[in-house]
């Protein structure tokens, strides 16, 4: 039986090592290496079966598995009192992805919560390591940018409630929702700042109905990727870059903004075989290749701020780098031009 203690301890000790900040690596690896002292130390008080070594596997995993689980499991929210709604008080949630800004495992869950549990820690490990290489990462900063000029037109124009609601951070859109019912909002707009819709994401966190039948109104903005000024914001960047591109790599997935960026690009004399929307680098590359041409600007389409996958994409670049020349729009950056297509869509939804 004491085989399976230790099966359990391990379980939960490589779980904790695989996920927790570098700076708990003491204490763990102390406490890992204490328990294999007393294992062997111990040895000649019991005998291990070879019958039990399979259970014991199966006690790891499922210690493995159960503290993965409480590591990442979302805690749950409770709304506030409903009774000081206020039909004349209206609240604008600038909703965008966000990322943590130092490693911290919960937050960590944002880039692979589709995830199985057993894969989660792993993920969570080379994340870690990403980030003790970066120190700290600034997508936030970029964001907040936006959302503060957003924050300051609007309030310019009503005395509406301003809340702002990062997907993969802090504060969450429970946080901003909660926030606005407090305050007596009984009429939410969320400003969708990302590339999606997020209408089906939202209500798998919040129940949308649930609020809805309390007397609360909640509308989405289309995403801003998908407003026309979005748009013309990148035809207009690179149509004034000081040098023309022969190859242009729009990375992002074909979609109506992806596939209308190329359009407009091509009236500006753009070549639109050297326009490529793909987010496979290795087949883009084949085909500049190609087609002689050695130098490529990409434009990262799907990315809102500079954060980690982004900087994982500028990685991936350097395997080419040998061969072309690469100039990189890393992320939609921040530009009055992007408040303005924030507040175009947040418009739409108003009245």
Request: aromatic letters at 18%.
């Amino acid at each position: 039986m004491i085989i399976f203690l230790f099966s359990i301890l391990w379980g939960i000790l490589i779980t904790l090592i695989l996920v927790s900040p570098i700076s708990y690596y003491p204490l763990l690896f102390a406490i890992f290496l204490f328990s294999i002292l007393i294992f062997v130390f111990s040895r000649k008080y019991f005998t291990i079966n070879i019958k039990y070594i399979p259970v014991s596997i199966i006690f790891f995993f499922l210690s493995y598995a159960l503290c993965s689980y409480f590591v990442f499991t979302p805690k749950k929210y409770s709304y506030p009192n409903f009774s000081n709604l206020d039909s004349l008080k209206r609240a604008v949630i600038f909703y965008s992805e966000g990322e943590m800004e130092k490693y911290t495992p919960f937050y960590a869950n944002y880039f692979f919560k589709n995830e199985n549990l057993i894969i989660k820690p792993i993920l969570c490990y080379k994340i870690k390591n990403f980030y003790y290489k970066i120190g700290t990462n600034y997508k936030n900063d970029e964001l907040l940018k936006v959302a503060k000029e957003v924050k300051n037109s609007i309030l310019n124009y009503k005395p509406y409630y301003f809340y702002i609601a990062f997907e993969g951070y802090v504060p969450k859109i429970q946080d901003a929702i909660n926030s606005a019912i407090k305050d007596g909002c009984k009429t939410i707009y969320l400003i969708n700042y990302t590339s999606k819709e997020v209408d089906s994401k939202i209500n798998k966190e919040i129940d949308l109905e649930f609020l809805r039948d309390r007397g609360i109104t909640i509308k989405f903005s289309r995403p801003v990727y998908t407003s026309d000024i979005f748009i013309n914001y990148f035809v207009n960047k690179i149509n004034n870059l000081p040098k023309r591109f022969k190859g242009i790599l729009i990375y992002d997935d074909k979609s109506t903004t992806s596939e209308k960026l190329k359009d407009r690009l091509v009236k500006y004399g753009f070549l639109e075989s050297g326009i490529l929307i793909s987010k496979d680098l290795r087949s883009s590359f084949d085909y500049y290749k190609s087609q002689n041409i050695s130098e490529v600007l990409l434009i990262n389409l799907a990315g809102s701020g500079c954060g980690y996958e982004e900087e994982i994409l500028m990685q991936e670049l350097t395997k080419y780098t040998s061969s072309f020349k690469i100039h990189a729009i890393k992320s939609w950056g921040y530009d009055m031009e992007l408040v303005k297509a924030a507040i175009s869509e947040f418009k739409k939804i108003e009245n």
